[in-house]
Protein backbone atom coordinates (compact mmCIF):
# COMPACT_ATOMS: atom_id res chain seq x y z
CA UNK A 1 0.00 0.00 0.00
CA UNK A 2 1.26 3.44 -0.50
CA UNK A 3 2.46 6.15 1.83
CA UNK A 4 3.37 9.09 -0.45
CA UNK A 5 1.09 11.33 0.46
CA UNK A 6 -1.03 13.88 -2.39
CA UNK A 7 -0.35 17.41 -2.38
CA UNK A 8 -3.49 18.92 -0.90
CA UNK A 9 -5.40 21.03 -2.87
CA UNK A 10 -7.24 24.89 -2.61
CA UNK A 11 -11.01 24.52 -2.21
CA UNK A 12 -12.52 24.83 -5.77
CA UNK A 13 -15.65 23.93 -7.39
CA UNK A 14 -16.28 20.73 -9.57
CA UNK A 15 -14.82 20.58 -12.96
CA UNK A 16 -17.30 20.95 -16.19
CA UNK A 17 -16.83 16.98 -16.79
CA UNK A 18 -17.96 16.24 -12.89
CA UNK A 19 -20.64 18.90 -13.36
CA UNK A 20 -21.81 17.40 -16.38
CA UNK A 21 -21.49 13.61 -14.50
CA UNK A 22 -23.80 15.01 -11.62
CA UNK A 23 -26.55 16.75 -13.95
CA UNK A 24 -26.75 12.78 -16.10
CA UNK A 25 -26.77 11.03 -13.23
CA UNK A 26 -29.02 12.86 -10.90
CA UNK A 27 -31.78 12.41 -13.92
CA UNK A 28 -30.85 8.45 -14.90
CA UNK A 29 -31.01 7.89 -10.84
CA UNK A 30 -34.17 10.21 -10.47
CA UNK A 31 -32.29 11.79 -7.80
CA UNK A 32 -33.89 15.76 -6.67
CA UNK A 33 -32.20 18.47 -8.23
CA UNK A 34 -29.20 19.34 -6.66
CA UNK A 35 -29.90 23.01 -4.62
CA UNK A 36 -26.50 24.00 -3.69
CA UNK A 37 -23.22 24.64 -5.73
CA UNK A 38 -20.03 23.40 -3.93
CA UNK A 39 -16.57 23.38 -3.50
CA UNK A 40 -13.77 20.42 -2.80
CA UNK A 41 -10.88 20.46 -0.73
CA UNK A 42 -8.76 17.44 -1.54
CA UNK A 43 -5.60 15.57 0.44
CA UNK A 44 -6.07 16.96 3.73
CA UNK A 45 -3.81 15.39 6.16
CA UNK A 46 -5.86 14.38 9.32
CA UNK A 47 -4.00 12.94 12.11
CA UNK A 48 -4.49 10.06 13.94
CA UNK A 49 -3.27 8.66 17.70
CA UNK A 50 -0.55 6.81 16.51
CA UNK A 51 0.69 9.47 14.29
CA UNK A 52 -0.34 8.08 11.21
CA UNK A 53 -1.91 10.54 8.30
CA UNK A 54 -5.34 9.96 6.83
CA UNK A 55 -5.94 11.81 3.86
CA UNK A 56 -9.22 13.28 3.38
CA UNK A 57 -11.28 15.19 0.92
CA UNK A 58 -14.01 17.67 2.11
CA UNK A 59 -16.74 18.33 -0.31
CA UNK A 60 -18.14 22.00 1.25
CA UNK A 61 -21.77 23.25 -0.18
CA UNK A 62 -21.70 26.88 -0.68
CA UNK A 63 -24.56 27.99 1.29
CA UNK A 64 -25.01 30.10 5.01
CA UNK A 65 -27.23 27.26 6.49
CA UNK A 66 -25.67 23.88 5.82
CA UNK A 67 -27.78 20.93 7.40
CA UNK A 68 -24.82 18.46 9.07
CA UNK A 69 -21.74 16.16 7.61
CA UNK A 70 -21.43 13.06 6.27
CA UNK A 71 -18.52 11.17 6.89
CA UNK A 72 -17.47 8.18 4.55
CA UNK A 73 -14.38 6.30 5.43
CA UNK A 74 -12.57 3.77 2.73
CA UNK A 75 -9.90 1.92 1.88
CA UNK A 76 -10.55 1.74 -1.96
CA UNK A 77 -9.78 5.20 -2.49
CA UNK A 78 -11.54 8.75 -2.63
CA UNK A 79 -12.33 8.23 -6.71
CA UNK A 80 -16.00 6.69 -7.79
CA UNK A 81 -18.39 5.55 -6.67
CA UNK A 82 -17.56 7.58 -2.94
CA UNK A 83 -17.13 10.91 -5.22
CA UNK A 84 -20.53 10.30 -7.12
CA UNK A 85 -22.34 9.81 -3.63
CA UNK A 86 -20.15 12.88 -1.85
CA UNK A 87 -21.17 15.21 -4.54
CA UNK A 88 -24.66 14.34 -4.31
CA UNK A 89 -24.84 14.62 -0.49
CA UNK A 90 -22.76 18.07 -0.82
CA UNK A 91 -25.42 19.58 -4.00
CA UNK A 92 -28.27 18.95 -1.08
CA UNK A 93 -26.29 21.47 1.84
CA UNK A 94 -24.36 18.66 3.19
CA UNK A 95 -20.53 19.03 4.18
CA UNK A 96 -19.00 15.78 2.98
CA UNK A 97 -15.95 14.16 4.26
CA UNK A 98 -14.56 11.36 2.64
CA UNK A 99 -11.29 10.00 4.38
CA UNK A 100 -8.87 7.35 3.39
CA UNK A 101 -8.79 4.14 5.69
CA UNK A 102 -4.73 3.94 6.89
CA UNK A 103 -2.29 2.42 4.45
CA UNK A 104 -4.45 3.00 1.39
CA UNK A 105 -4.58 6.00 -1.30
CA UNK A 106 -1.98 7.92 0.45
CA UNK A 107 -2.69 7.42 3.98
CA UNK A 108 0.03 6.05 6.03
CA UNK A 109 0.23 3.14 8.21
CA UNK A 110 -0.28 -0.30 7.51
CA UNK A 111 -3.44 -1.49 6.37
CA UNK A 112 -4.65 -4.76 8.57
CA UNK A 113 -8.44 -5.04 7.28
CA UNK A 114 -11.22 -3.43 9.92
CA UNK A 115 -8.87 -3.76 12.74
CA UNK A 116 -8.13 0.09 13.01
CA UNK A 117 -11.18 1.15 11.92
CA UNK A 118 -12.39 1.84 15.31
CA UNK A 119 -9.88 4.28 16.64
CA UNK A 120 -9.01 6.14 13.18
CA UNK A 121 -13.12 6.70 13.17
CA UNK A 122 -12.94 8.05 16.16
CA UNK A 123 -9.74 10.27 15.53
CA UNK A 124 -11.61 11.57 12.50
CA UNK A 125 -14.50 12.99 14.63
CA UNK A 126 -11.68 14.42 16.87
CA UNK A 127 -10.41 16.48 13.44
CA UNK A 128 -13.69 17.11 12.82
CA UNK A 129 -14.62 19.12 16.13
CA UNK A 130 -11.14 21.22 15.45
CA UNK A 131 -13.18 22.58 11.87
CA UNK A 132 -14.94 25.81 11.73
CA UNK A 133 -17.10 24.78 9.57
CA UNK A 134 -18.37 21.46 11.43
CA UNK A 135 -21.47 22.28 13.40
CA UNK A 136 -22.07 19.18 16.04
CA UNK A 137 -24.20 17.55 13.41
CA UNK A 138 -22.64 14.26 11.99
CA UNK A 139 -23.78 11.22 10.21
CA UNK A 140 -21.82 8.22 8.65
CA UNK A 141 -22.61 6.68 4.99
CA UNK A 142 -21.59 3.73 2.96
CA UNK A 143 -21.72 -0.04 1.62
CA UNK A 144 -19.57 -3.13 1.99
CA UNK A 145 -16.48 -1.83 3.89
CA UNK A 146 -17.32 1.52 4.34
CA UNK A 147 -20.15 0.07 6.44
CA UNK A 148 -17.55 -1.36 8.93
CA UNK A 149 -16.51 1.83 10.29
CA UNK A 150 -19.77 3.00 10.95
CA UNK A 151 -19.90 -0.29 12.79
CA UNK A 152 -17.08 0.26 14.69
CA UNK A 153 -17.61 3.99 15.47
CA UNK A 154 -21.27 2.64 17.05
CA UNK A 155 -18.72 0.87 19.52
CA UNK A 156 -18.60 3.80 21.08
CA UNK A 157 -20.75 6.89 19.93
CA UNK A 158 -19.69 10.03 20.03
CA UNK A 159 -22.11 12.54 20.86
CA UNK A 160 -22.30 14.22 17.72
CA UNK A 161 -23.41 11.13 15.93
CA UNK A 162 -27.00 11.82 14.85
CA UNK A 163 -27.71 8.37 12.33
CA UNK A 164 -25.97 5.81 10.66
CA UNK A 165 -26.56 5.21 6.62
CA UNK A 166 -25.03 1.26 6.29
CA UNK A 167 -25.28 -0.62 3.02
CA UNK A 168 -24.62 -4.20 2.61
CA UNK A 169 -22.02 -4.60 5.63
CA UNK A 170 -20.93 -6.88 8.09
CA UNK A 171 -20.06 -5.92 11.55
CA UNK A 172 -18.14 -9.71 12.59
CA UNK A 173 -15.88 -11.12 10.10
CA UNK A 174 -15.22 -14.07 12.19
CA UNK A 175 -19.01 -15.03 11.15
CA UNK A 176 -18.61 -13.77 7.63
CA UNK A 177 -15.63 -15.82 6.68
CA UNK A 178 -16.40 -18.61 8.66
CA UNK A 179 -20.15 -18.55 10.02
CA UNK A 180 -21.22 -21.53 8.13
CA UNK A 181 -18.17 -24.07 9.38
CA UNK A 182 -15.92 -23.82 5.84
CA UNK A 183 -14.07 -20.79 5.31
CA UNK A 184 -15.33 -18.79 2.28
CA UNK A 185 -12.56 -19.12 0.23
CA UNK A 186 -13.50 -17.86 -3.46
CA UNK A 187 -14.37 -14.10 -2.03
CA UNK A 188 -11.69 -13.68 0.55
CA UNK A 189 -8.99 -14.78 -1.62
CA UNK A 190 -10.42 -12.75 -4.72
CA UNK A 191 -10.98 -9.78 -2.33
CA UNK A 192 -6.95 -10.00 -1.02
CA UNK A 193 -5.81 -9.98 -4.58
CA UNK A 194 -7.48 -7.01 -5.26
CA UNK A 195 -6.64 -5.45 -2.31
CA UNK A 196 -2.56 -6.29 -2.71
CA UNK A 197 -2.99 -4.39 -6.60
CA UNK A 198 -5.87 -1.84 -6.36
CA UNK A 199 -3.20 1.41 -6.21
CA UNK A 200 -1.08 -0.63 -9.22
CA UNK A 201 -3.98 -0.92 -11.30
CA UNK A 202 -6.68 1.90 -11.08
CA UNK A 203 -9.53 2.82 -12.98
CA UNK A 204 -10.80 -0.02 -15.80
CA UNK A 205 -7.75 -1.70 -15.64
CA UNK A 206 -8.92 -2.48 -12.21
CA UNK A 207 -11.79 -3.69 -13.58
CA UNK A 208 -10.71 -5.70 -16.01
CA UNK A 209 -8.69 -7.52 -13.50
CA UNK A 210 -11.80 -7.51 -10.97
CA UNK A 211 -13.77 -9.56 -14.11
CA UNK A 212 -11.02 -11.93 -14.46
CA UNK A 213 -10.31 -12.32 -11.03
CA UNK A 214 -11.50 -16.13 -10.69
CA UNK A 215 -10.54 -17.21 -14.34
CA UNK A 216 -6.59 -16.04 -13.02
CA UNK A 217 -7.37 -17.40 -9.51
CA UNK A 218 -8.17 -21.00 -10.77
CA UNK A 219 -5.61 -22.83 -10.21
CA UNK A 220 -5.10 -21.25 -6.93
CA UNK A 221 -8.17 -22.71 -5.93
CA UNK A 222 -7.26 -26.27 -7.06
CA UNK A 223 -3.53 -25.95 -5.62
CA UNK A 224 -2.11 -27.72 -2.37
CA UNK A 225 -1.35 -26.82 -0.06
CA UNK A 226 -3.62 -23.74 -0.34
CA UNK A 227 -1.68 -21.51 1.90
CA UNK A 228 1.02 -21.12 -0.20
CA UNK A 229 -0.17 -20.78 -3.23
CA UNK A 230 -2.32 -18.12 -2.36
CA UNK A 231 0.61 -16.54 -0.62
CA UNK A 232 2.43 -16.30 -3.92
CA UNK A 233 -0.64 -15.30 -5.93
CA UNK A 234 -1.22 -12.14 -3.81
CA UNK A 235 2.85 -11.62 -4.08
CA UNK A 236 3.08 -11.61 0.11
CA UNK A 237 1.02 -8.51 0.25
CA UNK A 238 -1.61 -9.76 2.53
CA UNK A 239 -0.78 -11.48 5.07
CA UNK A 240 -3.86 -11.28 6.90
CA UNK A 241 -5.39 -13.92 4.67
CA UNK A 242 -3.36 -16.42 5.37
CA UNK A 243 -3.60 -15.42 9.25
CA UNK A 244 -7.35 -15.46 8.57
CA UNK A 245 -7.40 -18.48 6.53
CA UNK A 246 -5.72 -21.00 9.34
CA UNK A 247 -7.98 -19.38 12.31
CA UNK A 248 -11.16 -21.09 11.97
CA UNK A 249 -11.66 -21.01 16.16
CA UNK A 250 -13.66 -17.78 16.64
CA UNK A 251 -12.41 -17.66 20.27
CA UNK A 252 -8.97 -17.50 18.37
CA UNK A 253 -7.47 -13.83 19.76
CA UNK A 254 -6.72 -13.15 15.99
CA UNK A 255 -10.71 -12.46 15.84
CA UNK A 256 -11.56 -9.97 19.22
CA UNK A 257 -10.41 -6.79 16.99
CA UNK A 258 -12.79 -8.42 13.90
CA UNK A 259 -16.38 -8.52 15.92
CA UNK A 260 -18.03 -5.26 16.64
CA UNK A 261 -21.20 -7.27 18.35
CA UNK A 262 -21.38 -4.84 21.13
CA UNK A 263 -22.02 -2.07 18.20
CA UNK A 264 -25.53 -3.47 18.59
CA UNK A 265 -25.68 -3.04 21.76
CA UNK A 266 -24.33 0.45 21.66
CA UNK A 267 -26.21 2.00 19.22
CA UNK A 268 -28.33 5.06 19.79
CA UNK A 269 -29.29 6.97 17.34
CA UNK A 270 -31.53 6.01 13.64
CA UNK A 271 -29.88 3.35 11.67
CA UNK A 272 -30.72 2.98 7.99
CA UNK A 273 -29.99 -0.91 6.91
CA UNK A 274 -29.58 -1.39 3.03
CA UNK A 275 -29.00 -5.46 1.67
CA UNK A 276 -29.26 -7.91 -1.15
CA UNK A 277 -30.86 -10.97 -1.38
CA UNK A 278 -27.84 -12.50 -3.13
CA UNK A 279 -25.34 -10.57 -1.29
CA UNK A 280 -23.38 -12.41 0.81
CA UNK A 281 -23.64 -10.28 4.04
CA UNK A 282 -27.36 -10.33 3.72
CA UNK A 283 -27.67 -12.84 6.87
CA UNK A 284 -25.82 -10.04 8.86
CA UNK A 285 -27.48 -6.95 8.24
CA UNK A 286 -30.52 -9.25 9.39
CA UNK A 287 -28.83 -9.77 12.41
CA UNK A 288 -28.50 -6.11 12.91
CA UNK A 289 -31.84 -5.10 12.42
CA UNK A 290 -33.29 -7.95 14.66
CA UNK A 291 -30.88 -6.71 17.18
CA UNK A 292 -31.29 -2.63 17.33
CA UNK A 293 -35.20 -3.30 16.49
CA UNK A 294 -35.36 -5.50 19.85
CA UNK A 295 -33.57 -2.67 21.59
CA UNK A 296 -35.80 -0.09 20.21
CA UNK A 297 -33.50 1.52 18.14
CA UNK A 298 -35.44 3.67 14.73
CA UNK A 299 -34.21 1.45 12.03
CA UNK A 300 -35.27 1.21 8.37
CA UNK A 301 -34.45 -2.10 6.41
CA UNK A 302 -34.53 -2.16 3.04
CA UNK A 303 -33.86 -5.57 0.99
CA UNK A 304 -33.54 -5.33 -3.15
CA UNK A 305 -32.69 -8.06 -5.72
CA UNK A 306 -29.40 -7.38 -5.63
CA UNK A 307 -25.91 -8.67 -5.34
CA UNK A 308 -23.14 -6.94 -3.10
CA UNK A 309 -22.04 -5.73 -7.03
CA UNK A 310 -25.14 -4.67 -7.85
CA UNK A 311 -25.98 -2.33 -5.55
CA UNK A 312 -23.14 0.56 -6.80
CA UNK A 313 -25.36 -0.16 -10.20
CA UNK A 314 -28.95 -1.17 -10.14
CA UNK A 315 -29.18 0.10 -6.48
CA UNK A 316 -27.19 3.21 -6.44
CA UNK A 317 -30.60 4.79 -7.68
CA UNK A 318 -32.69 3.60 -4.71
CA UNK A 319 -30.23 3.60 -1.78
CA UNK A 320 -29.27 7.06 -2.69
CA UNK A 321 -32.95 8.72 -2.82
CA UNK A 322 -33.79 7.04 0.29
CA UNK A 323 -30.74 7.92 2.24
CA UNK A 324 -31.21 11.80 1.09
CA UNK A 325 -34.82 11.27 2.59
CA UNK A 326 -33.42 9.93 6.08
CA UNK A 327 -30.74 12.60 5.77
CA UNK A 328 -33.42 15.60 5.55
CA UNK A 329 -35.37 13.95 8.76
CA UNK A 330 -32.54 12.60 10.84
CA UNK A 331 -29.71 15.14 10.45
CA UNK A 332 -31.02 18.43 8.88
CA UNK A 333 -33.18 19.20 12.13
CA UNK A 334 -36.20 20.15 9.92
CA UNK A 335 -34.60 22.49 8.27
CA UNK A 336 -36.37 21.49 4.51
CA UNK A 337 -39.86 19.67 5.00
CA UNK A 338 -39.10 15.96 4.65
CA UNK A 339 -42.00 13.47 3.61
CA UNK A 340 -43.42 11.98 5.97
CA UNK A 341 -42.09 8.74 6.83
CA UNK A 342 -43.83 5.50 6.37
CA UNK A 343 -45.27 3.33 9.11
CA UNK A 344 -43.90 0.37 7.48
CA UNK A 345 -40.22 0.91 7.44
CA UNK A 346 -39.29 -2.81 6.40
CA UNK A 347 -39.38 -2.79 2.46
CA UNK A 348 -38.13 -5.97 0.44
CA UNK A 349 -38.27 -6.60 -3.23
CA UNK A 350 -39.97 -9.92 -3.69
CA UNK A 351 -38.60 -12.16 -6.27
CA UNK A 352 -40.46 -14.08 -8.57
CA UNK A 353 -43.22 -11.34 -8.13
CA UNK A 354 -40.63 -8.36 -9.49
CA UNK A 355 -42.28 -5.94 -6.77
CA UNK A 356 -41.77 -4.02 -4.06
CA UNK A 357 -43.46 -4.49 -0.56
CA UNK A 358 -43.84 -2.65 2.45
CA UNK A 359 -43.64 -4.86 5.84
CA UNK A 360 -43.81 -3.37 9.26
CA UNK A 361 -41.06 -5.58 10.54
CA UNK A 362 -38.46 -8.33 8.79
CA UNK A 363 -39.57 -11.83 8.85
CA UNK A 364 -43.42 -11.50 8.79
CA UNK A 365 -45.50 -13.64 10.81
CA UNK A 366 -45.36 -16.85 9.05
CA UNK A 367 -46.78 -20.75 8.99
CA UNK A 368 -44.60 -23.65 7.91
CA UNK A 369 -44.91 -25.14 4.64
CA UNK A 370 -43.51 -29.01 4.87
CA UNK A 371 -42.05 -30.83 1.84
CA UNK A 372 -40.43 -34.34 2.53
CA UNK A 373 -37.75 -35.70 -0.05
CA UNK A 374 -38.87 -38.88 -1.34
CA UNK A 375 -37.06 -41.89 -3.48
CA UNK A 376 -36.77 -40.80 -6.97
CA UNK A 377 -36.32 -37.01 -6.52
CA UNK A 378 -39.54 -35.93 -5.33
CA UNK A 379 -40.14 -33.68 -3.19
CA UNK A 380 -43.82 -33.88 -1.55
CA UNK A 381 -46.22 -32.65 0.84
CA UNK A 382 -46.98 -36.28 2.01
CA UNK A 383 -44.43 -37.74 4.39
CA UNK A 384 -42.24 -40.88 2.72
CA UNK A 385 -44.22 -44.72 3.29
CA UNK A 386 -40.30 -46.43 2.67
CA UNK A 387 -37.95 -46.56 -0.31
CA UNK A 388 -34.03 -46.56 -0.70
CA UNK A 389 -31.57 -43.81 0.35
CA UNK A 390 -30.61 -41.48 -2.44
CA UNK A 391 -26.48 -41.37 -2.49
CA UNK A 392 -23.81 -39.43 -3.90
CA UNK A 393 -20.11 -39.35 -3.92
CA UNK A 394 -18.28 -36.24 -3.45
CA UNK A 395 -14.60 -35.82 -4.52
CA UNK A 396 -12.45 -33.35 -3.33
CA UNK A 397 -10.22 -33.74 -6.51
CA UNK A 398 -13.10 -33.03 -8.26
CA UNK A 399 -15.06 -30.79 -6.23
CA UNK A 400 -18.81 -29.53 -7.01
CA UNK A 401 -18.28 -26.34 -8.13
CA UNK A 402 -19.74 -23.08 -7.18
CA UNK A 403 -22.03 -21.47 -9.57
CA UNK A 404 -23.68 -18.18 -9.14
CA UNK A 405 -25.36 -17.33 -5.86
CA UNK A 406 -24.78 -14.51 -2.93
CA UNK A 407 -20.60 -13.83 -3.72
CA UNK A 408 -18.51 -10.96 -3.39
CA UNK A 409 -17.75 -11.55 -6.81
CA UNK A 410 -19.35 -10.36 -10.22
CA UNK A 411 -20.33 -13.43 -11.23
CA UNK A 412 -22.82 -13.94 -8.72
CA UNK A 413 -26.69 -13.65 -8.59
CA UNK A 414 -29.41 -15.86 -9.87
CA UNK A 415 -28.31 -17.99 -13.29
CA UNK A 416 -29.70 -21.14 -14.86
CA UNK A 417 -28.88 -24.27 -12.44
CA UNK A 418 -28.62 -26.55 -15.22
CA UNK A 419 -24.77 -27.36 -15.18
CA UNK A 420 -24.90 -27.81 -11.19
CA UNK A 421 -28.07 -29.99 -11.08
CA UNK A 422 -26.98 -32.05 -14.04
CA UNK A 423 -23.33 -32.85 -12.01
CA UNK A 424 -23.23 -36.85 -10.86
CA UNK A 425 -22.25 -35.38 -7.37
CA UNK A 426 -25.85 -33.32 -6.62
CA UNK A 427 -29.20 -35.07 -5.71
CA UNK A 428 -32.09 -33.32 -6.73
CA UNK A 429 -35.87 -33.35 -5.57
CA UNK A 430 -38.38 -31.41 -7.31
CA UNK A 431 -42.40 -30.60 -6.60
CA UNK A 432 -45.20 -30.97 -8.63
CA UNK A 433 -46.05 -28.03 -10.59
CA UNK A 434 -47.97 -26.03 -7.92
CA UNK A 435 -51.31 -25.43 -8.32
CA UNK A 436 -51.05 -21.84 -6.66
CA UNK A 437 -48.54 -19.03 -6.08
CA UNK A 438 -46.50 -19.57 -2.79
CA UNK A 439 -44.91 -16.96 -0.93
CA UNK A 440 -41.75 -17.74 0.98
CA UNK A 441 -41.17 -15.11 3.58
CA UNK A 442 -38.57 -15.72 5.88
CA UNK A 443 -35.47 -18.57 6.13
CA UNK A 444 -35.89 -21.88 4.75
CA UNK A 445 -34.78 -25.18 6.69
CA UNK A 446 -33.57 -27.74 5.35
CA UNK A 447 -33.44 -31.69 7.79
CA UNK A 448 -31.67 -34.29 6.53
CA UNK A 449 -31.56 -37.76 7.74
CA UNK A 450 -27.52 -38.28 6.55
CA UNK A 451 -24.72 -40.32 6.82
CA UNK A 452 -21.43 -40.24 5.66
CA UNK A 453 -18.82 -42.42 5.07
CA UNK A 454 -16.28 -39.43 5.97
CA UNK A 455 -16.20 -37.83 9.28
CA UNK A 456 -14.87 -34.39 7.39
CA UNK A 457 -17.46 -33.17 5.38
CA UNK A 458 -19.97 -30.36 4.02
CA UNK A 459 -23.06 -30.40 3.16
CA UNK A 460 -24.64 -27.44 0.59
CA UNK A 461 -28.13 -26.93 -0.22
CA UNK A 462 -30.15 -24.52 -2.59
CA UNK A 463 -33.63 -23.68 -3.60
CA UNK A 464 -34.32 -23.41 -7.12
CA UNK A 465 -37.30 -21.75 -8.83
CA UNK A 466 -38.31 -24.32 -11.77
CA UNK A 467 -40.19 -22.67 -14.76
CA UNK A 468 -42.62 -24.59 -16.54
CA UNK A 469 -39.88 -24.51 -19.50
CA UNK A 470 -38.09 -26.15 -17.18
CA UNK A 471 -35.08 -23.60 -16.56
CA UNK A 472 -34.16 -23.89 -12.62
CA UNK A 473 -32.99 -21.10 -11.27
CA UNK A 474 -31.62 -20.43 -7.34
CA UNK A 475 -32.96 -18.08 -4.81
CA UNK A 476 -31.83 -19.51 -1.57
CA UNK A 477 -29.00 -21.59 -0.20
CA UNK A 478 -26.79 -22.61 2.81
CA UNK A 479 -23.37 -24.84 3.47
CA UNK A 480 -22.36 -26.62 6.75
CA UNK A 481 -19.55 -28.25 7.54
CA UNK A 482 -20.39 -31.31 9.91
CA UNK A 483 -19.27 -31.82 13.12
CA UNK A 484 -16.11 -34.74 12.34
CA UNK A 485 -16.69 -36.32 16.23
CA UNK A 486 -20.47 -37.14 15.37
CA UNK A 487 -20.54 -40.85 14.55
CA UNK A 488 -20.46 -41.93 10.61
CA UNK A 489 -22.68 -45.28 11.11
CA UNK A 490 -25.67 -43.26 12.88
CA UNK A 491 -28.05 -41.35 11.07
CA UNK A 492 -27.24 -37.50 11.60
CA UNK A 493 -30.10 -35.16 11.60
CA UNK A 494 -28.89 -32.44 10.03
CA UNK A 495 -30.45 -28.76 9.87
CA UNK A 496 -29.17 -26.02 7.39
CA UNK A 497 -30.38 -22.92 7.64
CA UNK A 498 -30.62 -21.11 4.07
CA UNK A 499 -30.65 -17.05 2.84
CA UNK A 500 -33.32 -15.29 3.81
CA UNK A 501 -35.90 -14.54 1.23
CA UNK A 502 -39.13 -13.47 -0.20
CA UNK A 503 -39.55 -14.90 -3.18
CA UNK A 504 -43.32 -15.76 -5.01
CA UNK A 505 -43.08 -19.63 -6.79
CA UNK A 506 -46.03 -18.76 -9.33
CA UNK A 507 -48.41 -21.17 -10.39
CA UNK A 508 -47.55 -23.81 -12.62
CA UNK A 509 -43.75 -23.74 -11.54
CA UNK A 510 -41.83 -26.03 -9.20
CA UNK A 511 -39.74 -25.88 -6.25
CA UNK A 512 -36.33 -27.91 -6.14
CA UNK A 513 -34.17 -28.85 -3.66
CA UNK A 514 -30.49 -29.27 -4.89
CA UNK A 515 -27.89 -30.67 -2.26
CA UNK A 516 -24.00 -31.62 -2.92
CA UNK A 517 -21.16 -32.09 -0.68
CA UNK A 518 -19.79 -28.42 -1.15
CA UNK A 519 -19.71 -25.59 -3.66
CA UNK A 520 -15.83 -24.82 -4.44
CA UNK A 521 -14.51 -22.09 -4.57
CA UNK A 522 -17.14 -20.08 -2.64
CA UNK A 523 -16.31 -22.22 0.26
CA UNK A 524 -13.21 -24.12 0.32
CA UNK A 525 -13.30 -27.70 -0.43
CA UNK A 526 -13.85 -30.27 2.62
CA UNK A 527 -10.29 -32.18 1.94
CA UNK A 528 -12.07 -34.96 4.04
CA UNK A 529 -8.31 -35.04 6.42
CA UNK A 530 -9.40 -32.49 9.25
CA UNK A 531 -5.88 -30.96 8.28
CA UNK A 532 -5.83 -26.82 9.32
CA UNK A 533 -7.42 -25.17 6.78
CA UNK A 534 -4.66 -24.32 3.51
CA UNK A 535 -2.34 -26.39 4.68
CA UNK A 536 -3.48 -29.57 3.93
CA UNK A 537 -1.43 -32.19 1.16
CA UNK A 538 -3.97 -34.88 0.53
CA UNK A 539 -7.61 -34.97 -0.72
CA UNK A 540 -9.91 -37.81 0.45
CA UNK A 541 -13.77 -38.60 -1.29
CA UNK A 542 -17.00 -38.82 1.03
CA UNK A 543 -20.03 -40.77 -0.12
CA UNK A 544 -22.98 -38.87 1.18
CA UNK A 545 -26.39 -40.83 1.86
CA UNK A 546 -29.76 -38.96 2.17
CA UNK A 547 -32.25 -41.47 4.09
CA UNK A 548 -35.81 -40.38 3.07
CA UNK A 549 -38.04 -42.92 4.47
CA UNK A 550 -40.56 -43.70 7.50
CA UNK A 551 -38.04 -44.00 9.98
CA UNK A 552 -35.41 -41.01 8.95
CA UNK A 553 -37.35 -38.17 7.13
CA UNK A 554 -35.74 -35.57 5.68
CA UNK A 555 -37.88 -32.62 5.17
CA UNK A 556 -37.51 -29.05 3.60
CA UNK A 557 -39.53 -26.19 5.85
CA UNK A 558 -40.46 -23.30 3.74
CA UNK A 559 -41.98 -19.80 5.88
CA UNK A 560 -45.29 -19.06 4.17
CA UNK A 561 -47.55 -16.07 5.17
CA UNK A 562 -50.94 -16.76 6.54
CA UNK A 563 -53.27 -17.01 4.03
CA UNK A 564 -50.33 -17.01 1.13
CA UNK A 565 -49.59 -13.58 1.28
CA UNK A 566 -47.34 -11.24 3.62
CA UNK A 567 -49.07 -8.57 5.44
CA UNK A 568 -49.19 -5.79 6.46
CA UNK A 569 -47.79 -4.48 3.00
CA UNK A 570 -48.59 -2.44 0.25
CA UNK A 571 -47.32 -4.24 -3.23
CA UNK A 572 -45.89 -1.77 -6.57
CA UNK A 573 -44.24 -1.90 -9.28
CA UNK A 574 -41.36 0.59 -7.66
CA UNK A 575 -38.09 0.39 -9.55
CA UNK A 576 -34.95 -0.05 -7.89
Not at 114 to 127: G, I, L, P, R
Not at 329 to 334: R, V
Not at 481 to 496: C, M
Request: one cysteine or more; glycine letters at 8%.
Amino acid sequence: MTTTRPHQTAPAPPGLSARTTDRILTRLMRLPGTRHPYQVERNIPTPARDGAVLVTDHYAPVTDRPKGTVLLRTPYGRGFPHDLEARVYAGHGYHVVVQSCRGTFGSTGTFYPMANEADDAQDAVAWLRTQPWFDGRLATAGGSYVGWPQWALLMDPPPELRTCLIAVAPHNMHNTVYGAGAFRLGDFLSWAAMMANQERFPGLRGVARMLTMNRRLAPVFAALPFAEAADTATEHRTPWFREWLTAPDPDDPLWDRLKLDDALQRANVPVRLTAGWQDLFLDQTLHQYRALRTRGVDVSLTVGPWTHQDLGRKGMGRLLRSNLEWLRTHLADGETAAPPRPNLPVEVYVTGQEAWRRLAQWPPAADETVRYLQPGGKLLADEPSGGAPSTYVYDPANPTPTLAGPLLTFDSGVKDNADLQNRPDVLTFTTPPLTAPLEIFGTPVVELAHTRSNPHADVFVRLCDVDPKGVSRNFAEGLLRLDPTSPTDQVQHVRVRLDACAHEVKRGHRIRLLTAGGSHPQYARNEGTGAVPGTGHELRPCTHTIHHDTAAVSRVLLPTPPNGHARPGLADSMGS
